[in-house]
């Protein structure tokens, strides 16, 4: 028991490692999917390594049971969350108050119909106009790839898509019906 604990100390000390280098590489570099899912799954990692010392310390904790249950809720978490939308508005935010040197826009378009209000953001709000063409261009592309399907239907409907051409449309880059 002893060895099982102290090796789960010292995993729990790389983990912590590893998220505290991530939260660098996030900050030097800004968001992406791959980012939030490796951290998501560090987290989760630091449950399980927690989950074992607590068994090894304790004879009636139900080992699977947390692990399975904090698995369920983690993966609900990631799964109904605007992910994609989060990481857009973070790395259009922290571009525009000063914390990232540079913004990757085809990142933020590769976010789809989550990505356009950061889009929108950059268009309006960043200084270097390199950044709002690009954004603009972006913009552009979306409004051309979403005229082919106009009529929304229970096929093609998603919220974030809904809320993308309502705001497109709220700011004048679309008209509406």
């Known amino acids: 028991k002893v060895y099982s604990v102290i090796t789960a100390l010292f995993t729990l000390i790389l983990i912590a490692t590893a998220l505290s280098k991530m939260a660098l590489y996030i900050d030097a570099y800004g968001l992406t999917l791959k980012r939030v899912y490796v951290s998501w799954f560090m987290i989760f990692m630091v449950a399980g390594f927690i ?11 139900r080992f699977n049971f947390a692990l399975l249950l904090t698995g369920a ?7 109904y969350a605007n992910v ?12 525009l108050d000063g914390r990232l040197g540079s913004v990757d826009i085809s990142e933020i378009t590769r976010m789809g119909d989550s990505g356009i209000p950061a889009l929108v953001k950059l268009v309006e709000e960043a200084e270097d106009s ?4 690009e954004a603009l261009k972006s913009i552009s592309e979306y409004i051309a790839n979403n005229n082919k399907e106009k009529k929304m239907n229970i096929l093609t409907f998603s919220l974030p898509r809904a809320r993308a051409l309502a705001l497109l449309e709220r700011e004048g880059y679309i008209e509406g019906d």
């Open 51 to 61: 989950y074992a010392i607590v068994a090894q310390l304790t004879r009636r904790f």
């Open 73 to 79: 809720l983690m993966f609900g978490a990631i799964a």
């Open 84 to 95: 994609s939308g989060f990481i857009a508005s973070y790395n259009a935010d922290a571009y």
């Open 130 to 133: 390199k950044v709002s063409r």
